[in-house]
């Protein structure tokens, strides 16, 4: 009787039976351990330990068949095994290599815990210096954009400057190849005009704000945001739980309350907090539904080309609006800060911590979930208010102290409402 080795990658091995004895017609030489040794070793690169010892589990069952040489890992060198069919071995070998490859990664990853905890070090210090330079960055900005604001009353063309300061940056950037150069295209730049606009309508309208009231109630009133995001959305088509209508109660109460006890109340300074959420709440929307098309585009470019069309739509506008006040400006703004490089040093913080605490927060965005992200943006307005107060050593009473918490408490409560709308949909999905 006649037996072969069906094993891959390894030479038909034919043997002849008489008497309880093989003669090997084509079997490996003793004389050539080197041809065993290659054979052996491309057979276990192609078959997991695990596969093998189940494939001989099942090669055991019969041994009244023919005997095949077999070299699995460790075992013995003269296995015996039953010869399958050749379509069940087709089936069998379908249903569980990619099972047998995925538990053997599995239990080389849990086997090793301490490699994923030295992974997770670095990425966690690397967010860790992202969110605190977003931060910091911001509170910067703020600062020395109300210095500039408070001798330089010209928000339309520090605006168009911070835009300005941002564009050169990011051309900068993709000059050098320090960061990819995205593809434009006429429907990609089609697509940006929307979006730009609203931002430019965003920032020029928050500068203004800046210049007429204090720094810590223009960040209390765009806490506000997402009252603006869920009106606009519902009349778009979203619907959202009674949670999260309830999550915006306390952001009007809380802005309500701090706005009538307000220090510095300004009807220009509220009204151009309120028109910059309706801005950027407009250009949250519209990109949804505009660029989604252009998803292979990073946050940071997106952002980049975003500020140079901004640039290009306020710069002539700034011009018609207050360019022929800018010159008898600059010579008073020369004077209260008693020498131009004081002014210049301002003017160009104001610019440059603009666009770079935008770009950590779109690292932020990229490393951390939405819900963290809205959190964590909460939190930074508390950061950036009792700053400002301290530095400008605004008057706060007692009241507005409460309805600026209150107002922010409600911005928390709505991150946590909306994150939740939010897994609910994706579960339902």
């Excluded at 041994?63 to 379509?87: A, M, R, W």
């Excluded at 070090?121 to 911001?138: C, R």
């Excluded at 932020?364 to 009792?386: C, Q, W, Y």
């Amino acid at each position: 009787m006649l037996t072969m080795n069906l094993m891959p990658s390894s030479p038909v091995t034919f043997f002849k039976a008489d008497n309880h004895h093989q003669y090997p017609l084509n079997a490996f030489s003793p004389s050539n351990p080197n041809l065993l040794t290659r054979t052996q070793n491309q057979r276990n690169q192609h078959y997991p330990s695990a596969l093998l010892m189940k494939l001989t589990s099942q090669c055991t069952k019969n041994n009244s068949f023919s005997k095949i040489h077999g070299y699995p890992f460790g075992l013995s060198p003269k296995p015996t095994c039953q010869i399958l069919d050749s379509s069940k071995i087709t089936e069998f070998l379908s249903g569980t290599t990619s099972k047998s490859i995925s538990f053997i990664t599995k239990a080389a990853s849990e086997s090793n815990p301490e490699r994923e905890t030295a992974v997770s070090k670095p990425k966690t210090l690397q967010l860790a210096i992202i969110v605190g330079l977003w931060y910091f960055q911001n509170i910067v900005f703020n600062i020395y954009n109300k210095k500039v604001l408070n001798i330089f009353s010209f928000p339309w063309l520090l605006a168009s400057f911070q835009l300005f300061t941002g564009s050169v940056w990011m051309l900068f950037l993709w000059s050098l190849k320090l960061q990819p150069v995205p593809k434009i295209t006429k429907s990609f730049i089609i697509a940006l005009l929307g979006p730009a606009l609203f931002h430019t309508i965003g920032h020029i309208s928050a500068c203004v704000s800046f210049s007429k009231v204090a720094v810590s109630f223009t960040h209390v009133i765009k806490s506000s945001e997402p009252v603006f995001s869920v009106v606009f959305s519902s009349f778009l088509g979203d619907t959202y739980p009674l949670k999260v209508w309830l999550s915006i109660l306390p952001i009007v109460m809380g802005c309500s309350l701090a706005a009538i006890t307000e220090v510095s109340f300004n009807f220009q300074g509220l009204w151009g907090a309120l028109i910059s959420n309706v801005g950027f709440v407009l250009r949250n929307i519209y990109s949804k539904k505009s660029l989604q098309n252009f998803k292979e585009v990073d946050g940071l470019n997106m952002y980049g080309c975003i500020s140079i069309i901004s640039l290009l739509y306020l710069f002539p506008v700034a011009v018609f609006v207050e360019g022929s006040q800018w010159v008898p400006g600059y010579h008073n703004a020369i004077k209260a800060s008693g020498k131009p490089s004081t002014f210049y040093f301002w003017v160009l913080l104001s610019g440059i911590f603009y666009h770079l605490y935008n770009q950590s927060s779109y690292q932020a965005l990229d490393e951390i979930s939405p819900l963290t992200f809205s959190v964590g943006n909460t939190m930074k307005r508390v950061v950036v208010i009792v700053s400002t107060v301290l530095v400008f050593r605004n008057p706060v009473r007692p009241l507005n102290a409460l309805g600026s918490a209150i107002a922010i408490l409600g911005t928390f409560l709505y991150s946590q409402a909306t994150a939740k709308k939010k897994i609910g949909g994706e579960k339902k999905s």
